[in-house]
């Protein structure tokens, strides 16, 4: 089983649809989650640190169920500037390397 | 405030030749990780370095590959020889402490080494 496992769609989706990303990952001693953000093989850019009791960041919403050892994001009323890559990202503990999924491809069309 | 800075942002060597990748962490960052992505694939984990100090090479391939990070100066992650497979990208990140949820790696734009 892969360390952290993600659907690599691509989810090819319309302005303004609501899209959900699902990840999985097999350590379950995991402490930090993240998801990140990356464009054309570009850097990795942060989208944002994911926390047990759920957090939102406008219209993104992040969601960690640690029994089940499963992550997901959800982002409202997509935007074309939404069309990236969107990696799931855990950490072990910290100062410990960040191990990536291989990325779930957004394409959002007007 | 300057975010990590990688040089140089391509690179283009021929088999057998060395490579060097220099990276300078966000100021006041004293932890740099370094990724490699090859086509195709995910971001892999290869050494995590304090200044002087190498904290995990575990996932560093056990021949060609070093990196260092001085007490002065950039990261350098250094191949020898390099082959083909060597093409990829090579990110670098950098946090302040101990990266966490509350203090995230915060990554650089990366060199893409090509090898001909």
Not at chain 1, 84 to 93: D, E, M, Q
Not at chain 2, 3 to 19: D, I, K, Y
């Amino acid at each position: 089983r892969k360390e952290v496992e993600q659907d690599p769609g691509p989810f090819n989706v319309p302005e303004g649809a609501t899209v959900a990303f699902n990840c999985t990952y097999s350590n379950s001693a995991s402490q930090s989650f993240f998801w990140y953000r990356q464009d054309c093989r570009k850097e990795p850019k942060l989208l944002m640190s994911v926390y047990s009791s759920g957090n939102e960041d406008g219209r993104f919403t992040a969601q960690l169920n640690r029994a089940s050892q499963y992550i997901s994001l959800l982002i409202r009323d997509s935007k074309l500037s939404d069309s990236a890559t969107y990696l799931c990202v855990v950490n072990a503990k910290a100062g410990t390397a960040l191990i990536f999924g291989k990325g779930t491809t957004l394409s959002v069309s007007s | 405030n300057a975010g990590v800075m990688q040089n140089p942002r391509h690179l283009v060597r021929r088999r057998g030749q060395e490579a060097r990748l220099r990276c300078s962490p966000m100021k006041g960052h004293s932890h740099v990780y370094w990724y490699r992505q090859l086509p195709e694939e995910g971001l892999k984990f290869m050494v995590y370095l304090q200044k002087e100090n190498i904290i995990d090479e575990s996932g560093m391939p056990k021949e060609r590959f070093s990196a260092e990070f001085p007490k002065e100066g950039p990261s350098i992650l250094r191949i020898q020889q390099v082959v083909r497979g060597d093409s990829a990208a090579y990110f670098c990140a950098s946090s302040p402490v101990q990266a966490s949820s509350n203090q995230p790696q915060h990554f650089g734009d990366g060199t893409r080494l090509s090898i001909l």
